[in-house]
């Protein structure tokens, strides 16, 4: 079992910046790929970040690579989203998620291979 929960978000400006966080509880250490997804009405959930917890490799989506960052901080069991440069199209609404399953993904941004989500935090980008 693992508890997931998110903060941080909030409205800022474009150009502007946000961290999110996201602080895991329970069986932490079968989480083995954390990360954050997002989603907006209309379209599917789309994969942000995502961090390999056992050899600290990062994946991005395209359109965030370069203005985002993911990270990991074990002695607090929390990840967090860097977010800088935001643009209005990031806005939705920002899921933590956590796989516990191990093996190889080919794709570690889709979210159907996650079984962990916490709540969701709105992120609003103005123009």
């Known amino acids: 079992q693992l508890k997931l929960v998110e903060s941080g978000g909030g409205s800022v400006e474009a150009g502007g910046a946000l961290r999110l966080t996201c602080v895991v509880s329970?069986?932490?250490?079968?989480?083995?790929?954390m990360g954050w997804f997002r989603h907006t009405p209309g379209k599917a959930r789309e994969g942000v970040a995502i961090?390999?917890?056992?050899?600290?490799?990062?994946y991005y989506g395209d359109s965030v690579k370069g203005r985002f960052t993911i990270s990991q901080d074990s002695a607090k069991n929390t990840i967090y989203l860097e977010m800088n440069s935001l643009k209005p199209n990031d806005t939705a609404m920002y899921y933590c998620?956590?796989?516990?399953?191990?093996?190889?993904?080919?794709?570690?941004?889709?979210?159907?291979?996650?079984?962990?989500w916490g709540q969701g935090t709105q992120v609003t980008v103005s123009s």
């Open positions: 329970g069986n932490i250490v079968s989480a083995v790929y």
């Open positions: 998620a956590a796989r516990s399953n191990r093996g190889y993904l080919r794709d570690p941004l889709t979210a159907r291979l996650y079984n962990w």
């Open positions: 961090i390999s917890t056992e050899d600290i490799t990062s």
